[in-house]
């Protein structure tokens, strides 16, 4: 996940309560490649990509939910 990535998956994270730290690998060029850690600081990009992508494609982009 490049620099420009790291804005819209940080907002998604914020909107839909996702865990983790968004950080740069080589904190010297934070234009370069970013991923996502957990509190242990174990990388869990991939994990939080696809609950990122799960969480807007379950999401109704706009209308009423009726039960």
């Known amino acids: 996940m490049n ?3 790291v804005a819209e ?3 998604a994270m914020r909107a839909y ?3 983790g730290t968004l950080a740069p690998v080589d ?3 934070p234009a370069g490649e970013w991923r996502v850690l957990d509190s242990a ?3 869990v990009t991939a994990g939080t ?3 990122a992508a799960t ?4 999401r109704p ?3 009423f939910v009726v039960g």
């Not at 969480?55 to 379950?58: F, G, K």
């Open 55 to 58: 969480a807007r494609a379950r």
């Open 61 to 63: 982009a706009r209308g």
């Open 41 to 43: 600081g174990r990388d």
């Open 17 to 19: 309560g996702i865990p």
């Open 9 to 11: 998956l940080h907002a």
């Open 3 to 5: 620099a420009e990535d």
């Open 49 to 51: 990509l696809a609950a």
């Open 27 to 29: 904190a010297g060029d």
